[in-house]
């Protein structure tokens, strides 16, 4: 397969990912907000910090209220990392490749940028909120369906897996900050009432309560639903599990040593994390979560440099082991 | 009671592909003219819809520009077929081979000794003053000494029936993949006319082409790592390009996923590492395939294919400066190439050809405007000709102007009174003007397609047949009759 088609790929699947996973996030914040106290509440600013946009939000945008914030995650289009941004991306990069996937996946995603753009310029009011998040996530999922169901098991699947894999952790990742995030007053002791509420939010905004509550049979606690989130290894949004799905994939490709090895890292760190004191304190699972994320840039630069490298010079010459393989 | 009644088709005067007369169909095409009229005005609706179903779900399309962006069109389609017996296409067909032949000789001796300009066949200053000459090509052996390996001709038929050579696609020629898919539409909307057994295969195309391809590899031993080289989807013959790599099952590429080596060697870049090329099917000009050797600017190409082609390491095809026999001045000696270098009597013959070079010819030409098309020497897709006839005073005053000031690059033909064939208009049948473009393949030997693409003008009236311009299809069939 060509390294440029493998890139397309690749990056389509993470800005599905990322528009879904983003409409998760917004989310589980809305959600939140309306379950604290209003004097507690930090509000929507967190968003943009976890998000790591905030210069490029706040030379647009002088307050940090709920409209703004909103605007620039869902349908601001100078903000590349915003839903309906992901979405046009995901559908530039793969318009150049859609060759190599089913007619439909190609047509659902046109569809569905298509139909966000619209509901964007239609504006996107705290009452239609609801209804626009749900529509990308069920929108984006009917992709993650499409491929399921009709694309062979090939290297044009693996990248697409491998995309989602990772950018489905990172997003996870972001997703359980905005929860640290929301907790950073001072005096953990006011909020306690509100605590459990808060992780059932989380839960429910990656759709794991249910799973959670199979799976773990107790009532909902910080400890056990960082637990859960990070180092389950059957939910599928869990770290963990998105992790091993993503090494499972590399080990159908060939060249994976050094990809494989990153996201063994990242792995060992995500499973021995102490989640007790993680939920104790907000400030170390945010630094935590910030270290994961370079873990996770690691294995994007991993994957990058073997299977899409750009020769931006010309090679002085090939070396002798790329002249082996071809004669193989 | 049907909508089709062949006695009431009127082609005005021109010659028809599938009537002799109204009401009398050509031997080759009465089976096809039967079933048609014994369509009820239901069933030819259904039929069309089909075929605009298959259209849609094979994804048959085109790509045009409009107001800046990039629109994917569904390729225009009639479903009545053009016509042509096979014991006409067996002489068209040989005529197209020793066309193809001279040329590739031709161009082959341009880049060599030149001998036909030292003998005084071809005047020097053509050569001099031609756009797609490449000095950089000179003494270069391509495989098999062929340059063109890839040939569109465009065939037209006059008032008399007589079946002219327009022009010679050597550059790279699109439409094939039109001609491969009209007749898989035309297959699922008139099956029962094939059944008869009478219309011969287009579909071997693909592997003749394929084939073709391998015969160039540098690596004749090995199986050859063949690619289809793409400027890519904002192209209008994208559609095209993907089809054939898919078909042929190789690699689509653009040139940066190809790289060359300091031993000149091309690889393309894969998630297994980077992979040698043998053979390159590129579907861009000359111009923008080399930054190194041509257009500096040109994001297009790969830096050091040139090289590459010239050191023997890769094929290319069409060879760089092919083009140069693509030219509407060049057109005009091709019966003299023929009996140059191969001693033979043009079996097809050109329109006849005023060469504004010419002082004679150039006075007849400025005293003619208004009979004459005038094309310039180096345009493509029906652009920046004028149409003596159709155009107005002022126009042609224009254009008068513009031969003065650059004679070389214009020549006149008289205007062909194209001929016509039916096509679904409104429920019933009107006739239109049509030209055809067979593709001929060479490489060991010369390969032509059965018929080629049949290219109709939509409008009524008009001679244009270009997609770009309002124009539309149909599948061409070669049908056997009884005749001899």
Redesign the interface.
Known sequence: ????V?ENLYWTARYIERAEDTARLVSVNSHLLLDLPHHTALGWSTLIDIMGCESRFDERYDRRNEKNVLHFLCVERDNPGSILSSLASARENL??TR?VVS?EIWEQINELYLDVREQSDAGLSPRRRDSFLKRVIRGCQTVTGLIEGTLSYT?TRC?IELGRNLERADMTTRIIDVRSGNLLPKDPEELRPFENLQWMSVLKSLTGYQMYRQQVRLRVRGPDVLRFLLQDRHFPRAVARSLESLSWELQS???HDRALAAVALVRAEVLEADVQSLARSPDDLHAFIDELQIGFNNIHDAIATT?F???DD?????TAE?EE??ED | MSLIDWNSYDSKGFYDELLEAPGRPRQAAIELCDVLASFSPQELAERKAAAEIAIQTMGITFTVYSEGSMIDRAWPFDIVPRIIPANEWRRTEAGLKQRVEALNLFIDDLYHDQRIVKDGVLPAEVLEQSVNFRPQCRGIDPPHRVWAHICGSDLVRDRDGTLYVLEDNLRVPSGVSYMLENRNVTKRVLPEVFATGRILPVDDYTSQLYDMLASLSPRPYDEPQIVVLTPGIYNSAYYEHAYLAQQMGVELVQGSDLVVDDHDIVYMRTVEGLTRVDVIYRRIDDMFLDPEAFNPDSMLGVPGLMRAWRNGKVALANAPGAGVADDKVVYAFVPRIIQYYLDQEPLLPNVPSYLCMFEDDRNYVLDHLDELVVKPANESGGYGMLIGPRASAAEREEFAERIKANPRNYMAQPTLALSTAPTLCDGTTEARHVDLRPFILSGPDIQVTMGGLTRVALVKDSLVVNSSQGGGSKDTWIVETDEE
């Not at chain 1, 397969?1 to 440029?4: G, N, Q, W």
């Not at chain 1, 010309?314 to 090939?318: D, E, F, I, K």
């Open positions: 397969m060509l390294s440029r493998a318009r150049t060759d007619r290297a990248f490709l060939p060249r299977y490298a750009r020769f010309v090679p002085r010459a090939v790329a393989d071809e």
